[in-house]
């Protein structure tokens, strides 16, 4: 006979024997947490304001355009 199992929070998996990297969701600032089709990493997909593993790193105008010269970006 088939099952299928409710996974308690934290739990994900056809058993729930894998630990769901997304719980609690490692995001920060309103990213949202896409799990690995393994289960084993996570990626984070940030909104425009942030960027990094976690969206902890805010962008500015600044962040991607680098001035030259020895301008200072403001």
């Keep these: 006979s088939s099952y299928t199992c409710a996974c308690a929070s934290g739990f994900t998996g056809a058993t729930c024997s894998q630990a769901d990297p997304c719980s609690p969701n490692p995001c920060q600032n309103s990213g949202t947490c896409s799990a690995s089709s393994d289960g084993s990493t996570f990626t984070c ?7 990094g593993t976690t969206c902890t790193t805010a962008v500015t105008p600044c962040t991607n355009f680098a001035c030259q010269n020895s301008g200072t970006c403001s």
């Design 45 to 51: 997909i940030c909104t425009n304001s942030f960027t």
